[in-house]
């Protein structure tokens, strides 16, 4: 059983930056895919950006791409989602998803990929 913790969130102008951060508890944490979804009010829940179990291997929505950045520490259990150029767009909640596989495939897209999820971190950008 993983426990997931997202941290970070906040409010924030447009153009400016965040770092969230979600630590993991309870599981081999190099065996798991690690995931950022977003949901905003109103809407489905999202895919934002996902990372391979070492870390070698990084995905991104289109929306995100070269805005955001994701990157782990698997010495300290801990991934990272580094937002940059934050738009109101971007307004949401923000969550942590870890799934232990070895397969990397369009599926990693998919929130019914990932057993397990954190509670979620606000992010709202005001214009």
């Known amino acids: 059983q993983v426990q997931l913790v997202e941290s970070g969130g906040g409010l924030v102008q447009a153009g400016s930056s965040l770092r969230l951060s979600c630590a993991a508890s309870?599981?081999?944490?190099?065996?798991?895919?690690m995931g950022w979804f977003r949901q905003a009010q109103g809407k489905k829940r999202e895919f934002v950006a996902a990372i391979s179990g070492r870390g070698g291997t990084t995905y991104y929505a289109d929306s995100v791409q070269g805005r955001f950045t994701i990157s782990r520490d698997n010495a300290k259990n801990m991934v990272y989602l580094q937002l940059n150029s934050l738009q109101p767009e971007d307004t949401a909640v923000y969550y942590c998803a870890a799934e232990r596989t070895t397969t990397y495939d369009t599926s990693l897209y998919r929130e019914d990929s990932y057993t397990y999820w954190g509670q979620g971190t606000g992010v709202t950008v005001s214009s």
């Open positions: 309870g599981g081999t944490f190099s065996s798991y895919l």
